[in-house]
């Protein structure tokens, strides 16, 4: 693998002109490069810290076959790479300087990637996120249906619907979306474009949240699923899942997906009866580069 098959750029623009097909060609796979790299394209064009990211095509006989992200903040994105390409890619970063603060990406390449990145700059890798993705093939609502409905949030629920990502973050150590929740940047967080979905008693009263992305490239996906403590157990996330799924559907979605935690046999068996398959595992790893010797 050459290094001149890496394509780089910081145009972002031109960039998905480039990869936009490719990426959508597989829009299961590559859910959070799309999701990313468009709100890196919003950020740049509203001046915000879309600036500073670079973004690369593996190209072979003038077709592509893979792309790397990497934002300002030091977050890499890979889709599938063999082992040889990681470690080209690796030793292609290195060498230009890049000190990305983590990688994430399918737990093949993920792994590749850590592995070769300490080799050629020793920074020492850690795992820090494990997930299964699945993608819905027909959807088929939970019998016994809680009583109630869905509805889409507005703005009066807005206090609601932070709080309970906030909850949310508490409960899966997301500290990051934690700070800028409670900083008040809740429209720089993970959260602030997505669409949200109640689940609702006969009183009105809800009782769990979902949310999607916009389709992109195709897919929506399905992030976050939270219930209360206090009230999971009756069927609330099930349902509310089915409804902000049939909501993505009807907004024109070919893949819609979501991640799930491999320690939670509960969430997994649900999300398979309500029609989610399996499709991949991913991977992240975070890097230690030391601190410099003293003299």
Same mark, same amino acid.
């Given at each position: 693998?050459?290094?001149?098959?890496?394509?780089?750029?910081?145009?972002?623009?031109?960039?998905?002109?480039?990869?936009?097909?490719?990426?959508?060609?597989?829009?299961?796979?590559?859910?959070?490069?799309?999701?990313?790299?468009?709100?890196?394209?919003?950020?740049?064009?509203?001046?915000?810290?879309?600036?500073?990211?670079?973004?690369?095509?593996?190209?072979?006989?003038?077709?592509?076959?893979?792309?790397?992200?990497?934002?300002?903040?030091?977050?890499?994105?890979? +889709?599938?790479?063999?082992? %040889? $390409?990681?470690?080209?890619?690796?030793?292609?970063? *290195?060498?230009? =300087?890049?000190?990305?603060? &983590?990688?994430?990406?399918?737990?093949? +390449?993920?792994?590749?990637? %850590? $592995?070769?990145?300490?080799?050629?700059?020793?920074? *020492?890798?850690? =795992?820090?996120?494990?997930? &299964?993705?699945?993608?819905?093939?027909?959807?088929?609502?939970?019998?016994p249906r809680p009583k109630g409905q869905g509805r889409l949030t507005d703005g009066k629920d807005r206090e609601q619907v932070v709080r309970w990502c906030r909850e949310f973050c508490v409960d899966v150590g997301e500290q990051r979306s934690i700070d800028?929740?409670?900083?008040?940047?809740?429209?720089?967080?993970?959260?602030?474009?997505?669409?949200?979905?109640?689940?609702?008693?006969?009183?009105?009263?809800?009782?769990?949240?979902?949310?999607?992305?916009?389709?992109?490239?195709?897919?929506?996906?399905?992030?976050?699923?939270?219930?209360?403590?206090h009230l999971r157990g009756c069927g609330y996330a099930g349902a509310v899942t089915v409804e902000a799924s049939r909501g993505a559907l009807a907004s024109g979605a070919t893949d819609v997906v979501l991640f799930t935690d491999p320690d939670n046999p509960?969430?997994?068996?649900?999300?398979?009866?309500?029609?989610?398959?399996?499709?991949?595992?991913?991977?992240?790893?975070?890097?230690?580069?030391?601190?410099?010797?003293?003299?």
């Amino acid at each position: 693998m050459l290094l001149d098959d890496w394509h780089l750029t910081q145009d972002v623009d031109d960039f998905l002109t480039q990869a936009g097909d490719f990426l959508s060609s597989r829009a299961a796979l590559h859910n959070t490069p799309l999701t990313d790299i468009e709100k890196l394209r919003i950020q740049r064009a509203t001046d915000h810290d879309g600036h500073g990211a670079v973004f690369g095509r593996l190209e072979s006989q003038s077709e592509i076959r893979a792309i790397f992200y990497l934002t300002l903040r030091g977050r890499l994105g890979l +889709t599938p790479l063999s082992v %040889a $390409e990681t470690d080209t890619l690796a030793a292609h970063l *290195a060498g230009l =300087g890049y000190s990305p603060a &983590h990688v994430i990406a399918d737990r093949d +390449t993920a792994g590749a990637f %850590a $592995e070769s990145w300490q080799q050629h700059t020793g920074a *020492a890798p850690e =795992g820090f996120w494990r997930t &299964h993705l699945y993608r819905l093939g027909t959807l088929t609502p939970p019998q016994p249906r809680p009583k109630g409905q869905g509805r889409l949030t507005d703005g009066k629920d807005r206090e609601q619907v932070v709080r309970w990502c906030r909850e949310f973050c508490v409960d899966v150590g997301e500290q990051r979306s934690i700070d800028l929740i409670d900083a008040g940047a809740w429209d720089d967080s993970r959260f602030g474009d997505r669409h949200f979905t109640f689940w609702e008693t006969q009183d009105g009263a809800p009782v769990s949240m979902a949310a999607a992305t916009s389709v992109i490239g195709g897919m929506v996906r399905i992030d976050p699923v939270y219930t209360p403590a206090h009230l999971r157990g009756c069927g609330y996330a099930g349902a509310v899942t089915v409804e902000a799924s049939r909501g993505a559907l009807a907004s024109g979605a070919t893949d819609v997906v979501l991640f799930t935690d491999p320690d939670n046999p509960t969430s997994n068996a649900l999300y398979q009866r309500i029609g989610y398959v399996h499709v991949a595992d991913f991977a992240g790893y975070k890097f230690s580069y030391g601190a410099p010797e003293a003299g």
